[in-house]
């Protein structure tokens, strides 16, 4: 059986230190909310995170998130919970994504 191959588009940030990453385009939806954001599309991310205002957005409430996860690296420092949503890229499926929702603002959408 062939699988027929699949293309989506990125974009870069403009003006920004990280201009030459490439930026994801997603639909995310939580409690029949709807957040269209740009992550940073990081394939050798350990996990997907996400920044508060996104969360707050999305309908998410940080005192019902009471699973916490463990950041590493420079994000060692940040409290996050995990917060389940879906998402969407393109014309794909919708999935189910895990985050590391984490209170700070200083961070990119990392998916």
Known sequence: MAVEAKRFSYSTEAGTISSSLPYLPLTF??????VIASGLLD????????????????????????????????????????????GTVSNFPEVRLAFAWTKSEDIPLIC
């Open 43 to 86: 394939t050798g991310a350990a996990i997907n995170v996400l920044p508060y205002h996104i969360g707050i957005e999305l309908g998410a409430s940080w005192e019902e998130q009471t699973r916490p996860v463990k950041l590493t690296g420079n994000l060692a420092q940040q409290e996050a919970r995990v917060l389940i949503v879906t």
């Open 29 to 34: 939806n939580y409690r029949h909310q709807t």
